[in-house]
């Protein structure tokens, strides 16, 4: 069974960087679709960002388009979140998460895996 452990998480001011990891432990991502997911207190889990297998297919939601940046490392069994011009409304618990397709990523009913999660704070 995959174990997804998410770090990279931290406190920045409006205008920093951060970049999220995301190691898989047990079994490789190399033919799952892999994103991330954030929760901001009060809301819903919603998609951020995701990558698809094998064809390098990736999707953003549109409030983060431009400014973050998803990418893969299958050798290493590990997904970036590279995430710059942060805003306080990107504030949440960043999930890293892994799917069979990119539409069941998208989605976020057909998840096979989910990491703990990491706190992203943007101060204003």
């Known amino acids: 069974q995959v174990q997804l452990v998410e770090s990279g998480g931290g406190s920045v001011p409006t205008g920093g960087s951060l970049r999220l990891s995301c190691v898989a432990f047990?079994?490789?991502?190399?033919?799952?679709?892999v994103g991330w997911f954030r929760q901001a207190p009060g809301t819903g889990r919603e998609f951020v960002a995701g990558?698809?297998?094998?064809?390098?297919?990736?999707l953003y939601t549109n409030s983060v388009e431009g400014r973050f940046t998803i990418s893969r490392d299958d050798s290493k069994n590990t997904v970036y979140l590279q995430m710059n011009s942060l805003d306080p409304e990107d504030t949440a618990v960043y999930y890293c998460?892994?799917?069979?397709?990119?539409?069941?990523?998208?989605?976020?009913?057909?998840?096979?895996?989910w990491g703990q999660g990491t706190q992203v704070t943007v101060s204003s």
């Open positions: 990558s698809a297998w094998g064809t390098g297919s990736v």
């Open positions: 998460a892994t799917a069979r397709n990119l539409a069941k990523l998208v989605a976020g009913t057909s998840i096979d895996t």
């Open positions: 047990g079994s490789t991502i190399s033919r799952s679709a």
